[in-house]
């Protein structure tokens, strides 16, 4: 083929250029440490990075809702256990004055303690977890007394939700009308089952006190049905959490693969695009070679 | 003796003098890339007519004679270069076109798509926390950003169609220019061979100009028998002769191109420029269109099933028509925001139930609204990729065909050195001749007379 001066420049610079920019290519890749930097770097692992990217920030939400439903259950938790505690010392109670061996006095003393328990077992019922009631449902407060000093449920049915995975959502509170028996015949709920109790207890009423006994242990149940069931969902909510965790680290895991670059790979390659930039540098400066011209005189 | 041997070697040395001249010119033009390298044609010149009857004083040789001074230039070569020049100028023009839209979504890592992951985690947080009046406005903030985010999207778009139809406005008038420069070439060119004159140089600066016209067109070139080209595009005819049209481009988006009130579809750069305006940015327009109008309709969906803490409900969360005008409802207030199901302002399942819609409802053809941002931004991407890939192609075919051309029409500085050397003794010969007829003359004149 015949070879013309130009076509002799044309090609070193288009072989320089073409190198030059494999070159710069690599070094962005170093540099930036990814393969995707764009879409169109490679669209279909792009789409799917993107994919696994969108699911991290769920689960990073889902982990958010956990991590706020565990603290609802722990507070809930402690509640209950104090309302157990409370309750087992008015059974010790309701049992030595069942006795009939007291004097008016201590049956007096009695009487005035479980006036207080039912008062603290009111104030552990309408315990908030950041501001909100926790037996209450929706409502303000799960309960009120009135100016008689009688106890009614104020809550709602309200079902607080914590959606926990992609596919789990709970319910995280106990409704206060199960656990406090509101659902039970008039005058067997928690606290008018207590105020007659203390009233029996303040007459010596024994035959009220006896039959008080069943009430009481059937409330006492209700109490800790909510801890089994508040203990539950502890676990469900906890798994979920430790797959949330699990999930996230393969899915940063997968994205990287697509994303990032294999360093020692991408260094190696950056390597050769250098040698052959530099090759081609040479090819360039052995091609411009003196012409005919530098040997006439 | 006669003096004919003092004009044979006269015409030998005006002969060398002339070839010389051209490899000088040749040389100075070596890197000049429309230059088509130029050689002498010689002959020997008309003899003249011996004595009739005497064989030993035949046709009696005069000399030489420069018959013409001819381009080296390989019409096929010329054909291959403009056909990939086209193709290479279209290819182009698409790749840049479609470089320019794939930013639409936003970065890559920080679009459209997590815009809409920190809109579902708005609600998630809204959820936990229904009487957060926080809460309720960082849904409206987030809301507004995905909005905002697919807004901006398609105004991208049109910001491109409108650079598109600033491009091809300007290569419209540069394309106006090298026609007219054609035309008047063509009529420089008649005149010179009409009056038996190689126009060499008009024919290289019309080539150059040919050259651009099909990259900027891909139009179909021919020589015309009076040494004229036409420059043809379907059957539009844009230069005969000394006459050439002139193309106006539209200032609309998306822009087209017509000559007088015809329409006119080119290929070439010009061509690729208005196939992304016309057919690429206006179908990621109308996806985009889809993908606004199937987020509102499942976010307002369960939206509207909710109740604000002011007791509203049926409330849209976004309005709009399309993605130019997708906005969070510009009515809807902290109040509104429906994060309750039953009323109760500690309720945030209505949030749930909007997120879980959000996640899960296959609205758009069957995809989820996240998964149509991604493969809306996967197409936008791939396109974008195999534009460029084929831009890559076209370039490397191009310059092949640009050495092959040049490897027949450009100069090889050799060669001209080969011919200095080869004139410059026909020169010192010729000298020679001169000078021993010179010789001869003077023993005859001088030498006798005295």
């Known amino acids: 083929m015949r070879v013309s001066s130009i076509s002799t420049y044309l090609t070193s610079s288009q072989s320089l250029g073409a190198a030059l920019e494999r070159v710069q290519r690599q070094q962005a890749q170093v540099g930036s440490g990814k393969t995707l930097t764009r879409w169109s770097d490679d669209a279909a692992a792009a789409a799917s990075a993107e994919r696994y990217r969108g699911q991290e920030a769920d689960w990073t939400s889902f982990r958010r809702t956990a991590t706020d439903a565990k603290s609802w259950l722990g507070t809930a938790d402690g509640a209950l256990q104090s309302m157990s505690f409370v309750l087992s010392r008015v059974k010790q109670l309701a049992v030595s004055a069942a006795s009939g061996a007291l004097t008016d006095a201590s049956r007096k003393a009695v009487a005035d303690e479980l006036d207080q328990l039912k008062g603290e077992l009111r104030d552990v019922g309408n315990t908030t977890h950041l501001g909100r009631s926790l037996f209450g449902g929706f409502g303000a407060a799960a309960l009120t007394t009135d100016a008689a000093g009688t106890v009614t449920y104020a809550g709602d049915d309200g079902e607080v939700k914590r959606q926990v995975s992609p596919t789990i ?14 659902n039970a015949p008039p005058g067997e709920d928690l606290f008018s089952m207590l105020t007659s109790l203390s009233t029996a207890v303040r007459a010596g009423d024994s035959a009220t006190i006896a039959s008080s006994q069943t009430t009481l242990k059937a409330r006492h149940d209700d109490v800790l049905r909510g801890l089994a069931q508040v203990g539950t969902t502890t676990n469900r909510v906890e798994n979920a959490y430790d797959t949330g965790g699990v ?31 530099t090759a081609a540098l040479g090819a360039a400066s052995r091609a411009n070679l003196p012409s ?6 | 003796m006669s003096f004919s041997s003092l004009t044979i070697g006269a015409s030998a040395l005006y ?31 008309l003899p003249t007519p011996g004595t009739a009857g005497m064989r030993g004083d035949g046709d009696r040789g005069t000399g030489v004679t420069v018959l013409d001074v001819s381009r080296l230039r390989d019409r096929l070569a010329d054909v291959a270069y403009r056909t990939e020049a086209g193709v290479n100028g279209s290819t182009g023009a698409r790749s840049e076109a479609l470089g320019r839209a ?49 807004t901006g999207a398609r105004q991208k778009l049109d910001a491109v169609g409108h650079e598109l139809s600033l491009r091809v406005g300007n290569d419209v008038d540069e394309l106006n220019g090298l026609l007219g420069s054609v035309a008047k070439l063509n009529d420089e060119i008649i005149k010179a061979t009409t009056g038996d ?19 900027l067109t891909g139009a179909r070139i021919d020589a015309q028998p009076s040494g004229a080209v036409s420059v043809t595009v379907g059957s539009t005819v844009l230069v005969s002769g000394i006459t050439a049209q002139t193309l106006t481009a539209s200032s609309t988006n998306p822009v087209s191109v017509s000559v007088g009130a015809t329409p006119l579809a080119l290929a070439g750069e010009i061509g690729g420029y208005v196939a992304a305006a016309t057919v690429d940015l206006p179908s990621y327009g109308t996806q985009l269109d889809t993908l606004a109008v199937g987020l509102r309709d499942v976010v307002n969906a369960a939206h509207r099933q909710g109740v604000g803490t002011d007791s509203s ?21 902290l109040a509104g925001v429906a994060a309750s199901q039953g009323g109760a302002s500690a309720d945030g399942n209505n949030a749930l139930a909007l997120t879980a819609s959000l996640r899960t409802a296959t609205a758009l053809g069957g995809q989820t609204v996240g998964d149509a941002l991604r493969a809306f931004g996967g ?72």
């Open chain 1, 169 to 182: 959502t709970l319910q995280v509170n106990v409704s206060g009308r199960d656990v406090f028996g509101f």
């Open chain 1, 247 to 277: 999930a996230l680290q393969d899915l940063a895991s997968r994205r990287s693969e697509l994303e990032d670059v294999d360093l020692a790979d991408a260094v190696l390659k950056m390597n050769a695009a250098q040698a052959s930039y």
């Open chain 1, 292 to 297: 005919l011209a530098d040997f006439l005189h």
């Open chain 2, 15 to 45: 002969a060398a003098q002339r070839a010389v001249e051209v490899a000088a010119h040749n040389v100075a033009n070596a890197n000049n890339e429309g230059f088509t390298r130029q050689r002498v044609t010689i002959s020997s010149s």
């Open chain 2, 102 to 150: 794939e930013t639409v979504l936003g970065t890559y890592a920080d679009g459209a798509p997590e815009q809409l992951s920190a809109f579902l985690a708005a609600w998630d947080q809204l959820s936990l926390t229904p009487t957060d009046a926080a809460a309720r406005s960082s849904v409206l903030t987030a809301g507004q950003q995905l909005a905002d985010g697919i």
């Open chain 2, 197 to 215: 004159r190689q126009p060499n140089d008009l024919l290289d600066q019309r080539d150059v100009a040919l050259d651009r016209i099909s990259a």
């Open chain 2, 313 to 333: 409900t049926g409330l849209d969360f976004f309005s709009g028509t399309d993605a130019a005008t997708l906005s969070v409802n510009p009515s809807l207030t």
């Open chain 2, 379 to 450: 197409r936008v991407g791939q396109a974008a990729a195999d534009a460029g890939r084929n831009a890559r192609t076209a370039s490397a075919s191009l310059v092949s065909a640009q050495a092959a051309r040049s490897s027949a029409d450009g100069v090889s500085v050799d060669e001209e050195m080969v011919d200095l050397v080869r004139y410059q003794h026909s020169y010192e010969a010729a000298a020679r001749v001169i000078s021993v007829a010179d010789g001869m003359l003077d023993k005859l004149i001088n030498g006798m007379l005295r």
